[in-house]
């Protein structure tokens, strides 16, 4: 079956360096995308992977490892606006354009 | 501004009244998707559109259908709602290129009483 997986909810102090960890088992896979969601508005998108290695993007980084089924979003210097849920999603497969998404992580910046 | 306006926001109705949410971008983008959000199960695809014509079925099609007969509108129409479609909607556009992501409406709760 198709499933992705993330941790329900995190916490982090302002400053800090947060590493939001991603893992999918999907029929297919072209491409892993992450966004971002505050309460009560639209998910924006964030960053896009779909060969292995680090994309960075600022202060957000993220991950893919094709073999593991692995993805981690990273976020360095944390501000308050940060706290958000972080919603992983994948792309099963070329030429078509089901997206899968994961229930997402709730991060919570301290101050 | 580019973006993807979604109407309403809000909306409670009664079991069974059929509805329409509608959704228009104004980007160009040629693929159009709706999803439900809901507490625990997350993002849930419904519909999703390729092209003008063009539809496909998500996870979640029962209960919903859609029309593209223009590139910038993608309306989801509820024909009989029921309770179970309490949920907050949001459409979504993309551009062709896979690099980029989704760009989302701001979203319609509706509630089916």
């Known amino acids: 079956g198709q499933n992705i997986d993330q941790p329900t909810e995190m916490t982090a102090t302002e400053g800090a360096i947060v590493q939001i960890n991603c893992t999918y088992q999907?029929?297919?896979?072209?491409?892993l995308f992450w966004y971002q969601q505050h309460a009560g508005e639209a998910p924006t998108f964030l960053s896009y992977?779909?060969?292995?290695g680090l994309e960075e993007k600022g202060r957000f980084s993220s991950f893919l490892s094709r073999s593991k089924g692995y993805s981690y979003l990273l976020l360095k210097e944390l501000q308050m606006k940060d706290s958000a849920s972080y919603l992983c999603?994948?792309?099963?497969?070329?030429?078509?354009?089901?997206?899968?998404f994961g229930t997402g992580t709730r991060l919570k910046v301290l101050a | 501004e580019a973006q993807v306006t979604q109407n309403p926001r809000y909306l409670i109705t009664v079991t069974g009244k059929k509805l329409t949410v509608t959704c228009s971008q104004n980007?160009?983008?040629?693929?159009m998707s709706w999803y439900r959000q809901d507490p625990g199960l997350g993002l849930r695809q419904i519909y999703y559109?390729?092209?003008?014509?063009?539809?496909d079925k998500g996870d979640v099609p029962e209960g919903y259908k859609v029309s593209r007969k223009e590139k910038r509108n993608f309306p989801l129409i509820l024909e009989s709602p029921s309770p179970n479609q309490t949920s907050l909607y949001f459409c979504?556009?993309?551009?062709?290129?896979?690099?980029?992501?989704?760009?989302f409406g701001s979203g319609t709760r509706l509630t089916v009483v």
């Open positions: 980007m160009n983008h040629e693929y």
């Open positions: 559109s390729m092209n003008v014509e063009v539809t």
């Open positions: 999907t029929s297919g896979f072209n491409g």
């Open positions: 992977n779909v060969l292995d």
């Open positions: 979504a556009s993309k551009d062709r290129g896979t690099d980029y992501g989704y760009t």
């Open positions: 999603a994948v792309r099963d497969r070329a030429g078509t354009y089901k997206y899968i």
